[in-house]
């Protein structure tokens, strides 16, 4: 089993994830917690910098999903950023790239809510 770790900060009323290594049906637990914690706390504007994220297989893909649409009905989006190649291919394969709004920097993505607001 690969090593996971998620982290999460708050930058101007926009949640920043941080998840590391593997998301993956072993690890998708800590990521749906952290998640749950920032929509617990009424934030929808979410941003995953995927920077250091090195797989995500179908189980984390369909906790992002399976948010979407809660995030975006409550005035919310999850962006996507920082994504290394092989982690935004397997999203392009399942066609998740009309999806979701993937930014290069976290810096785009975090720009992109205030001027939704």
Do not use: W
């Given at each position: ?9 708050m ?6 994830l ?6 993956d049906a072993?690890?998708?637990?800590k990521?749906?917690s952290?998640?749950?914690?920032i ?8 941003v995953?910098n995927?920077?250091?994220?090195k797989y ?7 906790i992002i999903?399976g ?7 409550k005035?919310?989006d999850?962006?996507l950023t920082n994504?290394?190649?092989r ?8 066609g998740?790239?009309d999806i979701y709004?993937?930014?290069n920097e976290?810096?785009?993505a975090v720009?992109k ?5």
């Amino acid at each position: 089993m690969k090593n996971f770790l998620i982290k999460s900060k708050m930058k101007d009323q926009i949640a920043v994830l941080y998840p590391k290594g593997h998301l993956d049906a072993h690890s998708v637990e800590k990521f749906e917690s952290e998640l749950l914690k920032i929509l617990e706390n009424k934030v929808y504007k979410i941003v995953v910098n995927c920077r250091d994220l090195k797989y995500i297989s179908s189980a984390g893909m369909g906790i992002i999903m399976g948010y979407l649409d809660e995030v975006r009905e409550k005035g919310g989006d999850i962006k996507l950023t920082n994504m290394i190649k092989r982690v935004y291919d397997i999203f392009e394969l399942v066609g998740f790239t009309d999806i979701y709004d993937f930014l290069n920097e976290e810096e785009d993505a975090v720009k992109k809510f205030k001027n939704v607001s």
